[in-house]
């Protein structure tokens, strides 16, 4: 019986095969739609957690001002000086580097062209910290540091708009006044999870920066890298306890800096995508509502049209719960073919999307069987009144039908 009555619905979503297409259209855009938004928010969520993790190990800023991230809160606070890194470095357990940092953004110039970027100053451990790589060339070593050299390396973006194909190690690349040689060029890091090309960079010794470019010994950012098995919260701690002796902030005052480790930015920003991907996963989720509000209609349609036809089948003998069923069955074929349809599409679509995301592809089996299983449960509720009313018809009545 389960066979025949699942080739009977067959025959009837085959005689009315475009008005079967439309009716599962709804599903199959619902089932994609979810699929699609959970496959891209996944892998969305995994390119921030990598772009976070290419920031550096481990690593801790420290910013003054009360706010820390790409608008950071620094008007009117006091600013760090190389002294307080060499004391966090010196001073505290748990830390493998520290690099002061300081940043000014300049015009760079080299022949005829000519690119606006930001010039990092910084010590070697900037490299550690950072989890930099030098792609062609050399870091400064401890005598440029001290020395304040004009020697620089710059990231993969200088490289592609200033030199083009030409090797830039050993050239002068001028920074506003003053030249600098380029001594390396750093492995590309790509695009950083709050938009931030990283490429586009200079970085030169900490004391050539403040004498050439800021016109003083100020240093904007403390970058921290803890050392493997320390504390992480830990460390965070004592570098505020230490920065609140050194800056002499009394016990009621509040701290005049901030303090932010990769993890807590990695958690923020993978918390929204995630957040975000169920907020569009839900409403996506709507369109399977709708798609079950059509099965419903279609099929209250297709009782009223075949009535003589139950009719017959009542008066000849048929139980009503083999009427029952076959209606069923036929609302739970078409929810499932959309299902299916809905599936193969959103692997399409979800794949197109994350390559022009530029994230990667992370296509979840569970969450497809979830949504094909919820289109197949909705072919069941919504076809459930249909079928039950073919099967509560009257054969006398339904025989007199026209």
């Known amino acids: 019986m389960g066979w025949s009555t699942f080739w009977l619905a067959l025959r009837e979503i085959r005689r009315n095969l475009m008005r079967s297409f439309l009716t599962v259209l709804g599903i199959v855009i619902g089932v994609a739609a979810v699929i699609t938004m959970v496959t891209v928010g996944n892998g969305a969520t995994r390119a921030v957690s990598d772009q976070i993790s290419s920031l550096g190990s481990n690593l801790v800023m420290v910013r003054p001002g009360q706010r820390l991230g790409p608008v950071s809160d620094t008007a009117g606070a006091q600013m760090f000086k190389e002294a307080d890194a060499q004391a966090l470095a010196t001073q505290l357990a748990g830390i493998s580097a520290v690099a002061p940092a300081q940043s000014a953004g300049v015009t760079a110039v080299y022949g005829g062209r000519n690119w606006a970027t930001r010039v990092t100053g910084s010590t070697a451990e900037y490299f550690h910290t950072n989890n930099w790589r030098v792609a062609?060339?050399?870091?400064?070593?401890?005598?440029?540091?001290?020395?304040?050299?004009?020697?620089?390396?710059?990231?993969?973006?200088?490289?592609?708009?200033?030199?083009?194909?030409?090797?830039?190690?050993?050239?002068q690349l001028r920074v506003r006044k003053f030249s600098c040689q380029v001594i390396g060029v750093l492995a590309s890091k790509g695009q950083a999870a709050i938009g931030q090309d990283q490429d586009d960079t200079i970085v030169m010794p900490l004391h050539a920066v403040q004498r050439r470019l800021t016109g003083n010994q100020n240093v904007g950012t403390l970058l921290v890298s803890v050392a493997d098995g320390a504390d992480a919260e830990r460390v965070k701690r004592s570098i505020g306890e230490l920065l609140r002796e050194r800056r002499k902030l009394a016990a009621g005052e509040e701290d005049n800096f901030s303090i932010m480790d990769t993890r807590q930015i990695a958690d923020a920003l993978s918390g929204t995508t995630k957040v975000m991907t169920m907020l569009l996963g839900a409403v996506a989720g709507v369109s399977l509502l709708v798609g079950g509000i059509g099965i419903m209609n279609i099929m209250l349609v297709s009782v009223t049209e075949r009535t003589r036809e139950i009719g017959v089948r009542l008066a000849i003998g048929a139980l009503e719960r083999e009427v029952l069923l076959q209606f069923l069955v036929e609302a739970v074929v078409l929810s499932s073919a959309g299902g299916l349809a809905g599936v193969g599409l959103a692997v399409v679509a979800s794949y197109v999307l994350a390559s022009?995301?530029?994230?990667?592809?992370?296509?979840?089996?569970?969450?497809?069987?979830?949504a094909f299983g919820f289109s197949a449960a909705i072919g069941v509720l919504f076809g459930f009144a249909p079928a039950r009313r073919a099967a509560s018809l009257d054969p006398i009545e339904a025989l007199r039908h026209e």
């Open 136 to 171: 062609q060339g050399r870091v400064f070593n401890e005598a440029e540091e001290r020395a304040g050299a004009s020697v620089c390396l710059i990231g993969e973006t200088i490289r592609h708009e200033l030199f083009g194909r030409q090797d830039p190690v050993g050239e």
């Open 356 to 370: 022009l995301m530029g994230v990667p592809f992370l296509f979840d089996a569970g969450i497809a069987l979830l």
